[in-house]
């Protein structure tokens, strides 16, 4: 099976802007760990991985006021970072799902 490298970088740019607490850069990035291990764990159809995506970024929407409590918000380089990262993990375990579509569930 298809393991993600120990060294990928996830949310480069939000953990490299003092702007976005590193503690709840780190509850995104844990978040999307989940996905991360879904694709690892086997075999899966566009539509279950839409499904897990659509889990994901309903798990990342409901980080939005913890952010906002540290000062913080997820906003135009946020979500850049988190399409990225999320674009970067589709591609290398080879799914075919569009980013917007994949984050189609967001309210950032």
Do not use: C
């Given at each position: ?14 953990y ?42 309903s ?49 950032w």
């Amino acid at each position: 099976m298809k393991k993600l490298p120990e060294d990928f970088e996830y949310l480069k740019d939000m953990y490299q802007d003092p702007y976005f607490p590193k503690e709840q850069v780190d509850k995104v990035k844990d978040i999307i760990k989940g996905l991360v291990v879904y694709l690892e764990n086997g075999k899966h159809t566009t539509d279950e991985v839409q499904t897990e995506l659509d889990s994901i970024v309903s798990g990342i929407n409901e980080l939005q006021e913890d952010f906002e409590e540290n000062g913080s918000e997820i906003e135009t380089v946020a979500r850049e970072s988190i399409g990225t990262t999320i674009e970067e993990i589709l591609k290398f375990f080879e799914v075919d799902i569009d980013i917007e579509e994949a984050i189609r569930e967001r309210d950032w």
